[in-house]
C-alpha cells in the first residue's frame, strides 16, 4: 500500500506520537540503552511483550493458526507502510475465513458484537478459554 493512501485519523493521533513510537520500539527491542563504552545494556522489552498478532475468535488469544495471524518479522507499528501491508495480509485472511467458514466466523463476530457498551474490565464467558 502506498504511503499516497494514508488514513488522516490514526497516524496522527497515534503512531506519530513520539512518546507512543519510543514505547512500540522498545516492545519489539528496536531500542537499546548503551554503557559508557557504546555495549547495549538492559533486558529488551520485547522478551515480556506479546506477539503483534490479531485472532478471529472472540477468545482473547488462540495458538490455532487457521484462527489467527502473527505480524511478519521486521513489522513496525508506528511505520504507515509496515502496518499496513499486514493488515492487507490479516484482511485477505479474514476475507477467506468468512468465505470458507462462514458460520463459526459469523458466531464470533455476534459474540463480540455483544460486547458493545460493556465495560473493558469485564470478562466476557466465551473468552475464559482460547480456542
Known amino acids: 500500500m502506498s504511503s499516497g493512501h494514508r488514513h488522516p485519523i490514526l497516524q ?3 503512531y506519530d506520537d513520539k512518546d507512543f513510537a519510543w514505547w512500540i520500539k522498545a516492545q519489539r527491542g528496536a531500542w537499546k540503552d548503551k554503557d559508557a ?3 547495549a545494556v538492559g533486558i529488551p522489552a520485547s522478551l515480556f511483550s506479546p506477539k503483534l498478532k490479531v ?3 472472540s477468545a482473547c488469544d488462540t495458538d490455532l493458526a487457521q484462527f489467527s495471524n502473527v505480524a511478519p518479522e521486521g513489522t513496525k507499528m508506528e ?3 509496515s502496518r499496513l501491508r499486514w493488515v492487507g495480509k490479516v484482511a485477505e485472511q ?3 475465513r468468512m468465505i470458507d467458514h462462514t458460520a463459526p466466523m459469523e458466531e464470533e ?3 463480540m458484537a455483544g460486547w458493545v457498551g460493556l ?3 469485564d470478562i466476557y464467558p466465551n473468552e475464559s478459554s482460547a480456542r
Do not use: C, N, W
Open 55 to 57: 485472532a478471529f475468535v
Open 109 to 111: 463476530l455476534t459474540a
Open 12 to 14: 496522527p493521533l497515534i
Open 94 to 96: 479474514f476475507h477467506q
Open 79 to 81: 511505520d504507515f507502510d
Open 119 to 121: 465495560p473493558d474490565l
Open 37 to 39: 563504552l557504546g555495549k
